[in-house]
Antibody, heavy 119, light 106 residues
Framework: QMRLEQSGAEVKKPGAAVKVSCKSF????????MHWVRQAPGQGLEWVGR????????TYAQKFQDRVIMTRETSIRTAYMELSSLRPDDTAIYYC????????????WGQGTLVIVSS | DIQMTQSPSSLSASVGDRVSINCRTS??????LNWYQQRPGKAPKLLIY???TLESGVPSRFSGSGSGTDFTLTITSLQAEDYVSYYC????????FGGGTKVEIK
């Protein structure tokens, strides 16, 4: 059964960093790009960036360019997203999602990780 | 970067109605457009890819059309479980989502 399993909710203070993990099951981890998408409360979906789990190459949305780092550990089939210099408006659910490269669509999503930034 | 304008942001309809949701892009993307459904508290679910291809397991009352810059998601005969949110999405050098459409009960 293919699935993505994310780490649990986090509460952080402004200025801190958060690192969210996404572990894959049931498919070849290095065969599909992994993306991160966030959703603020009551808002739409916002793309954060992606990582090629095979090479480690990353592409980030310009908005997050200087604050986000995406990494992976292939031995444990896990991708990570670290967001630093957190602000209250970073409060959101962060999803990892696999993109299927033959149709460029997100066909597998994690359950989401709630990150709350509050003093 | 490609901009995506999704409309309407919300709509009210009755069970059994036919509804359409539109997505307009700032550049020609051929048919590289996907549609997702999102239930409250859940991750998005792929409904349609490549503008008009129904994902496996998705009911046939959902359909997609369009190419170039204008796309439409149509739900014929709206069901109770369809009163949720929908998003269009394009993957290029970066990824862009439409602003979303919330379908509400009339």
């Amino acid at each position: 059964q293919m699935r993505l399993e994310q780490s649990g909710a986090e509460v952080k203070k402004p200025g801190a960093a958060v690192k969210v993990s996404c572990k894959s099951f049931g498919y070849t981890f290095t065969g599909y790009y992994m993306h991160w998408v966030r959703q603020a409360p009551g808002q739409g979906l916002e793309w954060v960036g992606r990582i090629n789990p095979s090479s480690g190459d990353t592409t980030y949305a310009q908005k997050f360019q200087d604050r986000v780092i995406m990494t992976r550990e292939t031995s444990i089939r896990t991708a990570y997203m670290e967001l630093s210099s957190l602000r209250p408006d970073d409060t959101a659910i962060y999803y990892c999602a696999r993109i299927n490269d033959w149709n460029d669509a997100f066909d597998l999503w994690g359950q989401g990780t709630l990150v709350i930034v509050s003093s | 970067d490609i901009q995506m304008t999704q409309s309407p942001s919300s709509l009210s309809a009755s069970v059994g109605d036919r509804v359409s949701i539109n997505c307009r892009t700032s550049q020609n993307i051929n048919t590289s457009l996907n549609w997702y459904q999102q239930r409250p508290g859940k991750a998005p679910k792929l409904l349609i890819y490549a503008a008009s291809t129904l994902e496996s397991g998705v009911p046939s009352r959902f359909s997609g059309s369009g190419s170039g810059t204008d796309f439409t998601l149509t739900i014929t005969s709206l069901q109770a479980e369809d009163y949720v949110s929908y998003y269009c999405q394009h993957s290029g050098s970066t990824v862009t989502f439409g602003g979303g459409t919330k379908v509400e009960i009339k």
